[in-house]
């Protein structure tokens, strides 16, 4: 091995130094500096015209690290993902190293066939008892390639024709459902003004009866409804919508059903929370983030729908330079033009080989883990003075609560508009304090739709495993830093 290719074997003892893997509360979580006092750490400018050694590089990727947040630290609850599966971390670092591409059989061949074993695993996991898919860069994408095979289906000549004299197409969603739908209908030329959000109850979960009456009310103005995204696990609650009653709907106006189940999507590998996916089988299509709950390096997002070929119809462009239609080979394998990507990241094999690694059960196991330490949050947090959770009802590993000093503690007679308003600024005071300090990193989020301001959100991952301990820390540590403020 030639010296270039020496800083290879650095990079794992670089990472162990800083403690990047199986991390416990004696190290900070991050090490947190303002961006102009990391750019006076860290000299960020590319202005170097000759090389640097490899004790100058070393040098910088620790710098590089030290100040990066540790996601596999057991205190980071900050996002919907955490630490990473270590069997999905060699999967990436193998393709990372292989350096191909998705797109055709002939420079993918093993990876091709990889593919379309975890689509066809995928297809049965979530009750599909045929179709097709891909991996996409993520779950926005992933709702989007949703959007525009609900719209090639209703209206094919689009693709020909384009927007120009075509019927007003609306498209329905939840007003807690995650805001890659807001954007997908502006990207695809839909609008916001096409964009219909339908009511959800305290929980999260949209209100069948008013998805109905937005319907009749989009077909007396005479636009033409063709798209409901429905939501397993919502960003903040971690609500499920109602899937029975919505399919329902859907099939008496004819309109696509697709189930975001980006987050929610990793209940399935459990039998003890498979149910809350009770309806999703028919829909027409899912979107699933097994680099959310479940530890699959970033980014790993699964998209299924119900009909074989529909994808290849609605996105394809026959590039003859790729996909030539005369190769050696069965070129019903070269997959690329179904996709909207050219290049396309080899996602597949990291999930894949979680899979095979550790086995449904495995799997299952650390999901069941996942909602067995979310739930224990919970009981204990309704169980501590000062905490209160915004929903007692959780269905998902997402915990929403507030800490409540012992200063603020008042008769709930005196809980008025002022009083919240402190409520609110308090959390976000908390969670600054523990930045800073590394202890914790969780976040806060307002519910607009509710008419709530800021609110812990404590989301409860598969890596690295959770622990009863681990929930006590998060819970000690904001009593503590809460009394200080």
């Not at 999703?280 to 699959?296: C, Q, V």
């Not at 290849?312 to 070269?334: R, T």
Request: hydrophobic share 40%; glycine share 6%.
């Amino acid at each position: 091995m030639n010296n270039e290719w020496s800083i290879l074997h650095q990079v794992p003892k670089l990472l162990e130094e800083e403690h990047f893997f199986q991390i416990t509360n004696g190290e900070p979580v991050v090490k947190f500096e303002h961006p102009q006092e990391l750019k006076d750490l860290i000299d960020f400018t590319i202005d170097n015209t000759e090389p640097r050694d490899h004790i100058a590089i070393e040098k910088l990727i620790k710098k590089v690290l030290h100040y990066s947040v540790k996601t596999g630290h057991s205190s980071f609850h900050n996002q919907l993902f955490a630490g990473v599966d270590p069997y999905g971390l060699v999967g990436s670092w193998i393709t990372e190293a292989l350096n191909t591409s998705q797109y055709t059989f002939e420079v993918g061949p093993v990876f091709t066939l990889i593919e379309d074993a975890l689509i066809e695993k995928c297809l049965r996991l979530f009750g599909f008892t045929s179709g097709d898919g891909l991996l996409s860069p993520g779950g926005s994408i992933s709702n989007m390639y949703a959007m525009v095979a609900a719209r090639y289906r209703v209206l094919p000549n689009i693709k020909r024709t384009g927007l120009a004299n075509q019927p007003v197409l609306v498209a329905f969603t939840s007003e807690d459902a995650h805001y890659s739908i807001k954007k997908a209908v502006h990207w695809l030329g839909i609008g916001m003004d096409n964009l219909v959000l339908v009511a959800t109850d305290s929980r999260g979960r949209m209100l069948p009866e008013k998805l109905e009456e937005a319907i009749e009310s989009v077909l007396q103005s005479g636009r033409k409804p063709f798209f409901v995204n429905t939501t397993a696990g919502t960003t903040v609650l971690g609500g499920f919508d109602p899937f029975h009653a919505i399919a329902d709907i859907c099939n008496k106006y004819k309109l696509w059903m697709h189930v975001d189940s980006c987050l929610g999507g990793t209940a399935i590998l459990s039998q003890k929370h498979a149910h809350l996916l009770d309806g999703t089988e028919r829909a027409d299509s899912i979107a699933w983030n097994p680099h959310k709950t479940l530890g699959a390096p970033l980014q790993c997002s699964v998209f299924l729908l119900k009909y074989k070929g529909l994808l290849h119809e609605c996105n394809s462009a026959n590039a003859d330079y790729l996909f030539q239609q005369d190769k050696f080979y069965d070129v019903s394998y070269d997959t690329g033009d179904k996709s909207v990507q050219c290049g396309r990241k080899v996602d597949a094999f990291k999930i894949w080989l979680m899979f095979k690694a550790r086995g449904t059960a495995g799997l299952a196991e650390l999901v069941d883990n996942a909602f067995d330490c979310a739930s224990y949050f919970a009981e204990e947090a309704k169980k501590r003075p000062g905490f209160r959770l915004v929903t007692d009802k959780h269905q998902y590993t997402n915990i929403t609560f507030w800490y409540i000093p012992k200063k603020m503690r008042v008769v709930e007679s005196l809980e008025d508009k002022t009083w919240w308003a402190k409520v609110y600024k308090i959390t976000a005071l908390i969670k600054e304090k523990m930045v800073k300090r590394g202890s914790v990193l969780i976040g806060y989020v307002p519910l607009p739709s509710k008419k709530i301001g800021n609110f812990f959100r404590m989301v409860v991952t598969c890596h690295p495993k959770p622990t009863y301990e681990s929930m006590q820390y998060v819970l000690d540590e904001i009593a503590r830093v809460g009394e200080m403020i």
